[in-house]
Nanobody, 119 residues
Framework: QVQLVESGGGLVQPGGSLRLSCAAS????????MGWYRQAPGKERELVAP???????YYADFVKGRFIISRDNAKNTVYLQMNNLKPEDTAVYYC?????????????WGKGTLVTVSS
């Protein structure tokens, strides 16, 4: 049974930083592309950043230069370092296992972790 468990969310002031983690189990983690998505209140879920099994990354324009996605295959974990956070980054952030890098075909979802950016 595949499980993706996110952690690291919380309340942060504008301009602050957070690091999200997603621990995966039940799959050969290193073989899969992974991604972070987010869903703000009243909006559709959107892709933030994917990372391929080999470490290739892509960033949505709204986080480019501020967020960094990385993975540690030895720990079966993918991270999202979020810097210079803005109120519009407030959302539930979801970890996902992708069918392949570059697709939005999600095989598995985590339950999400809430990030609130507010003063």
């Amino acid at each position: 049974q595949v499980q993706l468990v996110e952690s690291g969310g919380g309340l942060v002031q504008p301009g602050g930083s957070l690091r999200l983690s997603c621990a995966a189990s039940g799959l050969t983690f290193g073989a899969y592309s992974m991604g972070w998505y987010r869903q703000a209140p009243g909006k559709e879920r959107e892709l933030v950043a994917p990372i391929s099994s080999g470490g290739t990354t892509y960033y949505a324009d709204f986080v480019k230069g501020r967020f960094i996605i990385s993975r540690d295959n030895a720990k079966n974990t993918v991270y999202l370092q979020m810097n210079n956070l803005k109120p519009e980054d407030t959302a539930v952030y979801y970890c996902a296992t992708l069918k392949w890098y570059g697709s939005n075909d999600v095989l598995y979802w985590g339950k999400g972790t809430l990030v609130t950016v507010s003063s």
